[in-house]
């Protein structure tokens, strides 16, 4: 939610920036972004790698020796092979050998369980203070980890295709979003998920198979990937859920997710909890009054009105009651406020449950994405216009 609100500010900037091609292009990635650690584990998986130390000659890394990075006063403490170590402003692990070669290394940090893998490079350096240990891959080996993230296993494949070209028109739109940080995109939620290199082949097919897919609008600019659990049966439009209205991000119909897990829940509320709400939202009326607190939403509604010419934006009550979404019905019952909800999420773009019967039923992955976002195109990167990559 907080990432799609973000790009919502920055989507008018992005759009007019005009850039060069991405195809078979380098992210540079912020590992662990969340957690930010200061001890970190590196070994290598597969190939060799070389370890770059400034002043120092290039080290072999061997798959069984770990080298242990720690963050120490403003700098780098690096410990390798038996009792050897150095203090370095940044160090680099760089693949060696045979460009035929896989190469692939594991990451490990306290508080997170086993290791993560990654393909490419890496980069760990402090700073001013901040340890930051940085990724640079291809695009497309970057992909599965995040479809894999964002989309849960056991997916058919089709829904799988349909969240990579999301995943790639989020990453291709967004190379810029921590531009002044020094890398492109973040491993955790504030950009897109993404806990490493995966072997899922369903996955990893998507992504090969829509390789270098990218959805765009009918001004040909990179199409607001947004997705979300349920819709509760109607996706939500983006001006009512953010009151930022874009074309291709219209309410549609979703008879496709009415029976999944997420459809449809249930909570309740004090009467008096409530009605703190209602007073605090600037209510003066009745609070005993049927319209206080009886409210129908068939189809979906952007405001409650509870009367005296207030109106509340449904978003704002699930936002106070930390509800599943913002598509729900209120009854009362004796001293509560039954709350009776649909879907699961913002509402708008993509329904994930929607898509994967969708995919269930036979639907291509091009007529997925058509279905959700409207008059939109899909788009080879090549073809594209898209954010310079950081160099
Ligand atoms: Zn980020
Ligand atoms: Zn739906």
Not at 258 to 281: D, E, H, P, Y
Not at 361 to 374: A, D, H, T, V
Request: with cysteine.
């Amino acid at each position: 939610m907080k990432r799609i609100e973000l790009q919502i500010l920055l989507f008018s900037a992005l759009i007019v920036t005009l850039p060069a091609h991405l195809e078979g292009s380098t992210v540079r990635i912020r590992l662990h972004a969340a957690l930010k650690p200061e001890t970190v584990v590196f070994a290598v998986r597969t190939g060799e790698y070389m370890m770059e130390i400034p002043g120092m000659e290039d080290v072999r890394i061997a798959p069984t020796k770990p080298v242990i990075l720690f963050a120490s006063e403003g700098r780098v403490a690096v410990k390798w092979g038996t009792g050897r170590g150095v203090i370095a402003d940044s160090v680099r692990f760089a693949p060696a050998g045979s460009a035929e070669t896989s190469h692939s290394f594991s990451v490990s940090v306290p508080g997170v369980a086993g290791e993560r893998q990654y393909k490419g490079s890496m980069v760990c350096r402090n700073d001013n203070g901040i340890f930051l240990l940085l990724n640079e891959t291809d695009i497309e080996s970057y992909l599965p980890g995040v479809v894999l993230a964002e989309g849960g296993p056991g997916r058919h494949r089709e829904f799988y295709k349909a969240q990579a070209v999301l995943a790639r028109t989020f990453a291709w739109q967004n190379l810029s979003k921590h531009a002044a940080d020094g890398y492109n995109i973040c491993d955790d939620v504030h950009c897109q998920a993404y806990h490493g290199i995966i072997r899922d082949e369903d996955v990893t097919g998507a992504v090969k198979e829509t390789s270098g897919i990218v959805m765009v609008t009918s001004d040909s600019v990179p199409a607001l990937p947004a997705f979300h659990s349920n819709c509760g049966g109607e996706t939500a439009s983006a001006s009512d859920a953010w009151v930022t209205s874009l074309p291709h991000l219209q309410s549609v119909a979703d008879p496709f997710c009415l029976s999944s897990r997420n459809a449809t829940w249930r909570a309740s509320l004090t009467t008096g909890a409530w009605i703190n709400f209602l007073r605090k939202n600037d209510f003066t009326g009745d609070p005993a009054s049927p319209g206080a607190i009886s409210f129908n939403q068939d189809v979906r509604k952007p405001f409650f009105v509870p009367g005296n010419g207030i109106q509340i934006p449904v978003r704002s009550v699930r936002t106070e009651f930390g509800l599943r979404s913002s598509f729900f019905s209120l009854i009362a019952s004796g001293d509560s406020v039954i709350i009776d909800g649909r879907g699961y999420g913002h509402g708008v773009g993509m329904c994930q449950e929607g898509a994967m019967e969708m995919a269930r039923q036979g639907y291509s992955f091009e007529r997925i994405l058509s279905f959700y976002f409207r008059g939109i195109s899909l788009i080879d990167i090549a073809d594209a216009r898209q954010p310079p990559v950081i160099r």
